[in-house]
């Protein structure tokens, strides 16, 4: 066995070393009335600024914090010094320093801190899927306690990109209601010109395993799908729809989502939100003047607009109630896809498949807002951070320069109209665009669960606009026994695949988007759908049914499904109504009412259980956000809820504890 060298021979330098040194030069700005009344705290931290090299004599100004999700260690030139996890946070250190040098030219005193997040790609079919969802809650922890930690900020400027960082970063920024917060979205990257996009490569084992694509082909195109070395996937997928959410909900300046990570547009952004924290802070306007509820349901109207990833269920009652304000219902939900139509055509719904970055040249956010505002679906008299009305932004944005230069760009270099990427409301009827989710009821998800429609092939869907699906489960109890399935060639056209056990309880709520991706692109997949108790990429298509209620291991019916069973699935993706029913056991078909009996006197699948590698942290996360409100809440620690169940008594002796892990 070999072993290093315990004390090797270095370098005579190593020995070259100090024991004292002088300190920094000059003295502290602090008066008389600042060491009689100041904390002691205050005054340690002007140590601390001296001592890390800031000039003493221009310690007295506001101070800023920008927060981020930065991740990886790049030189100086950009090369990789230590990898990131994804391409979202690689180069968002960048952002930060342009923040950072702007506020320190606006005479204000930066501060930065980090708190990393996971890549839900890298993570797809592996345990670290288990963390993902968990960690947005506790990424928010660290960051109020990091903006907390600073009692002398002025305000915070957080930046972010990807599918938990930046949902964490949005209910950090919201809780912090006294200060004055702008977000900075991270950007996206570009589409390869000779590969596929992020989400198409994450199936190139499935396509392999059915002899879609040599080995070579395999290679070279996972190696090939980021166009550019920073930014969220090029689809709208989580990453992407919370920037836009970001935007919509008026955190973020005016058409900054979805802009190319790395470039001058990009960069521009992070300068002018740093003079826009310090204008908040100038004026006495803080994040309560900005969310509120009226601004939550704007949110929700552009999502809808989008098409955006059903993640955002999750995410928005997420953002208002870290705000303080009412967390939207599913009613709220069903209400505004109803009177929302879909305006964006875009990776992964299509009906064109435009990456991301052409959505930003085609004008983002600001145009498809100007759409709903034509047709009165948003509340225009709320402010943003840029210290106008969304009104008045909106106004501004149709006599631009930069609309028209932005336009022009795309059809130069791209040769597309951009009112082919964000239509009207005329023309996306015209096209076929439907709204985006509907909320399925019945005897299998009795609570509700949730499946984006405009997702499913149009082909598979009837003239008159309804999805119909009768067929057989095959039901797994876990991810990677679903994906071996389609990959030994067992899955066939007409299942109904039904994954349970894999929701908060049983996995953390894992995506499923090995299931969903390998389906898109085999060439039976869109005549398979899927129900599960878990969430789903949001780059996922299909007829794939989510968020299943009650989930199996919390005694959901979902979870007493056995192979063979016939469900029925109808999605009318015009009026937004939806069912999901158990109908027939084999031969024997009956109504949903008579399968509401049956399933009641059923046991759960002999194999349901938590997975027993799910980690302590994960199942605390699941407990809390169960009396929280649930998915249906948005996963959220909300503390009285908790406080309330733990003054009621419910302690779990150790044998309780080893029963729940071994799932009896």
Not at 232 to 247: D, H, I, K, S, Y
Not at 378 to 395: C, I, R
Request: aromatic share 4%.
């Amino acid at each position: 066995m070999n072993r290093i060298e315990i004390f090797p021979a270095l370098s005579p330098d190593i020995y070259q070393l100090r024991t004292k040194a002088r300190g920094p030069a000059g003295s502290l700005p602090v008066t008389a009335e600042m060491l009689l009344n100041e904390p002691s705290g205050n005054l340690f931290g002007l140590t601390q600024n001296a001592g890390m090299g800031w000039n003493p004599a221009e310690l007295l100004g506001k101070q800023f914090l920008i927060l981020s999700t930065q991740g990886g260690l790049r030189a100086p030139d950009g090369a990789p010094v230590a990898l990131g996890y994804h391409t979202g946070h690689w180069e968002i250190g960048l952002l930060v320093e342009a923040a950072a040098r702007e506020l320190r030219r606006l005479k204000t005193v930066p501060f930065a801190a980090y708190c990393s997040d996971p890549c839900d790609g890298r993570t797809q079919g592996t345990e670290g899927m288990f963390d993902s969802l968990p960690y947005r809650n506790d990424a928010a922890v660290v960051f109020r306690r990091l903006i907390r930690s600073l009692p002398t900020r002025a305000g915070v400027i957080g930046v972010a990109t990807c599918d938990k960082g930046l949902p964490a970063m949005m209910m950090a920024l919201a809780g912090a209601r006294d200060l004055p917060t702008v977000l900075v979205p991270g950007g996206v990257t570009l589409p390869a010109t000779d590969g596929e996009d992020a989400g198409a490569v994450q199936t190139l084992g499935a396509r392999f395993s059915h002899g879609m694509i040599s080995l070579q082909e395999a290679a070279d195109l996972g190696c090939r799908a980021c166009g550019s070395p920073g930014g969220g996937c090029q689809f709208l997928g989580t990453a992407a729809t919370a920037q836009v959410v970001g935007e919509a909900l008026g955190l973020s300046l005016p058409h900054t989502a979805l802009a190319p990570s790395g470039q001058a547009v990009w960069l521009d952004m992070a300068v002018r939100s740093a003079q826009a924290v310090v204008d908040l802070s100038r004026n006495g306007r803080t994040t309560r003047d900005i969310l509120t509820d009226a601004s939550i349901r704007n949110a929700m109207v552009v999502h809808a607009a989008f098409g955006g990833s059903s993640n955002l269920l999750l995410h928005i009652p997420a953002i208002a109630h870290a705000a303080g304000l009412r967390r939207p219902s599913v009613d709220d939900w069903v209400d505004v896809n109803r009177r929302t139509p879909r305006l964006v055509s875009v990776l992964p719904n299509g009906p064109v498949h435009h990456p991301t970055v052409r959505v930003f040249l085609a004008g983002g956010v600001p145009e498809v807002m100007s759409h709903l505002r034509e047709l009165g679906l948003l509340d225009t008299s709320v402010l943003t951070v840029s210290g106008a009305t969304l009104g008045e932004v909106l106004d501004a944005w149709k006599i631009s320069e930069r609309r028209i230069r932005f336009r022009d760009i795309l059809k130069a270099q791209d040769g597309v109209e951009a009112d082919d990427v964000i239509l009207t409301p005329i023309r996306a009827r015209e096209w076929g665009l439907t709204s985006t989710v509907a909320f399925p009821r019945g005897n299998l998800a009795p609570d509700g669960a949730v499946i984006k429609s405009t997702a499913i092939d149009s082909s598979v869907v009837d003239a008159d606009g309804v999805y119909r699906k009768e067929g057989p489960a095959r039901v797994f109890t876990s991810e990677k026994a679903a994906m071996a399935a389609i990959k030994r060639h067992e899955i066939h056209s007409g299942d109904i695949m039904v994954l349970i056990g894999i929701g908060p309880m049983g996995t953390g709520m894992e995506e499923t988007y090995q299931v969903t991706s390998a389906l898109k692109h085999l060439p039976y997949g869109k005549h398979v759908a899927v129900v599960t108790d878990a969430r789903f990429s949001g780059v996922s298509t299909g007829a794939c049914i989510g968020h299943v209620s009650p989930e199996a291991l919390a005694g959901g019916p979902v979870g007493r499904v056995r192979d063979g069973d016939i469900i029925r699935i109808v999605v009318d993706r015009n009026r937004l109504e939806a069912t999901v029913d158990l109908v027939g056991e084999g031969a024997n078909k009956f109504s949903a009412m008579e399968g509401i009996k049956l399933l009641a006197d059923r046991r759960p699948h002999p194999a349901l259980a938590p997975d027993p590698k799910l980690p302590d942290d994960t199942r605390l996360w699941a407990a809390l956000q169960s009396v929280s409100g649930g998915a249906w809440g948005g996963c959220v620690y909300d503390t009285e809820s908790i406080l309330a169940a733990l003054a009621a008594g419910l302690p779990a002796k150790p044998a309780d504890r080893r029963q729940i892990r071994s799932g009896t």
